[in-house]
């Protein structure tokens, strides 16, 4: 069955009435009445839930932020329903089904079917670098989501079930891994899950690649990159390789172009790259459609599941379809953990559109990929180097287009490690073997201060071997990109 045939095909009208309609419930039966974060907050706020009746009404609701998990028990996102709470909350036929299952099928029964919907079984963390982990819990129901927001994501990347995956990601209780996992369990489709690096090795992993002969692989950009060139390094052949999907880290064009033509000159043809968005807190991922490399179909997302707002991070107004704004979401049909209008920290350009995708056809809305996490520009990657406001994260962006480049890091410290001293910013390189070190040196100096108005006090090169280990490619959950040494004062 088509993962997509309840959702894709809806007009704009029929989509939003049906968005309202399943907000107005699911406030009025789960969240108000059973969660204890958000009963509180409409309380405090004086808001009554049978008044939000349409998306427009949402914006009555405050936002949640990530500070609000920390501050408050990651339990009291947790649904919790009793007795009580369900006979109040809950319409008479539902009531009375309840009533008839306990008379026919006993009340163990009933209890077990009221588990399987709401008891946390499951949990995936937050991996923010400054917060602490916030653990986000799943009962059975939202497993049964995962596994259908899995099957919906390999709908849109094309794949048939006599494919073969290996999935990379890191083994971890973090959502991309998972959301594989129960993808490939929804599909029935053979999934090979090695861990990534950290479990089996690069060895291990491109061992896997090569029994597998999967048409599909995925994983952490960085370390699908490694392998594939460990691979090419030792001569392997990869011709039945299809498709690769990436996610945990933005994906630009450039890398897309890089990879695909890495993996051609490995024999394989037609080689297509997806990147996919998600966050703890969503327990979903969504995906972009087959498209040209240097094409982006916008993630394209579930309207029956979650409703996402377009904000300005400023003034938290709402923004229309299309313009750019912080990302919102709004779950729609989740138990255990779940949030209402909940501030991603993400920005994008070019919002959310409704209409006919024009790679894939599905009516739907879609989201652009051109997403920045505004928590690194706020937090750890907008950083006064040499006295200087610089966005860390613009360094990928520049760097990919260095072509002889083959991996890099960048490394903040302080003149003498005295917190007091001057910045140093000291750049490792690992280059390509056609390169000429010198040139290369003046060019990462020429379009580092063009773009940042800082340039390296020092270029080091360094082998593939030492730069695979200075960025954790093969231990880490993510690799270590950009690392801040300074000592604080
Ligand atoms: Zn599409």
Redesign the pocket.
């Known amino acids: 069955m088509d993962p997509w045939k309840s959702i894709s095909g809806l007009s704009q009208e029929e989509c939003r009435a049906s968005q309202s309609k399943k907000l107005h419930t699911f406030l009025n039966q789960y969240i108000y009445p059973f969660s204890p974060h958000y009963r509180a907050l409409f309380d405090k706020h004086k808001i009554n839930p049978k008044k939000i009746k349409t998306i427009s009404d949402l914006k009555h609701i405050p936002f949640t932020s990530k500070a609000d998990f920390v501050e408050s028990d990651p339990k009291d996102f947790v649904l919790q329903p009793d007795a009580d709470k369900i006979k109040k909350a809950w319409p008479l036929p539902k009531i009375s089904q309840m009533a008839f299952q306990k008379i026919f099928r006993g009340e163990k029964y009933l209890q077990h079917n009221l588990s399987k919907e709401f008891r946390p079984v499951f949990m995936t963390f937050t991996t923010g670098t400054t917060n602490k982990p916030v653990p986000f819990f799943y009962s059975n129901y939202d497993i049964k989501n995962l596994e259908t927001s899995g099957a919906r994501l390999l709908g849109?990347f094309d794949v048939d079930q006599n494919q073969k995956f290996v999935n990379m990601f890191p083994y971890a209780p973090h959502l991309a891994f998972w959301q594989v996992v129960l993808g490939g369990f929804a599909s029935c489709n053979l999934i090979l899950s090695t861990g990534g690096g950290k479990v089996m090795g690069t060895d291990g992993n491109i061992a896997a690649i090569e029994k597998m002969r999967p048409t599909l692989i995925l994983g952490v950009p960085s370390y699908v990159y490694h392998v594939l060139r460990t691979a090419k390094e030792r001569g392997i052949n990869m011709d039945y390789m299809k498709k690769i999907v990436l996610g945990a880290s933005k994906v630009t064009t450039a890398f897309k172009i890089k990879l695909a033509q890495l993996l051609e000159s490995m024999g394989a043809r037609d080689v297509s790259v997806f990147g996919t968005y998600g966050f703890t807190e969503s327990r979903a991922a969504w995906g972009e459609?087959p498209t040209a490399l240097d094409i982006s179909?916008g993630y394209?997302l579930y309207s029956d599941k979650e409703i996402f707002e377009v904000i300005d991070p400023k003034t938290g107004e709402v923004k229309g379809e299309g313009e750019d704004g912080e990302l919102v979401y709004t779950s729609l049909d989740s138990r255990a953990s779940s949030v209402i209008r909940y501030r991603t920290g993400d920005f994008v350009k070019g919002g959310i559109v409704f209409g006919e995708?024009p790679?894939?056809k599905?009516i739907t809305l879609r989201i652009s990929s051109d997403i920045t996490r505004l928590s690194d520009v706020k937090g750890l990657n907008l950083s006064k180097v040499k006295g200087s406001l610089v966005n860390l994260g613009n360094f990928a962006a520049i760097f990919s287009e260095l072509d002889l480049i083959e991996e890099w890091q960048i490394e903040l410290r302080k003149k003498n490690n005295d917190a007091f001293d001057m910045d140093e910013l000291v750049m490792y390189v690992c280059a390509k073997d056609n390169c000429v070190e010198e040139e290369l040196r003046n060019e990462i100096v020429k379009v580092m201060s063009l773009a940042t108005e800082v340039s390296p006090n020092e270029i080091i090169f360094v082998s593939m071997k030492e730069m695979v280990a200075r960025l954790e490619i093969e231990t880490a959950n993510k690799e270590k990109r950009i690392i801040d040494n300074r000592p604080k004062a």
Request: hydrophobic share 10%; net charge positive; charged share 10%.
């Open positions: 849109l459609c179909s394209h995708c790679h894939c599905r």
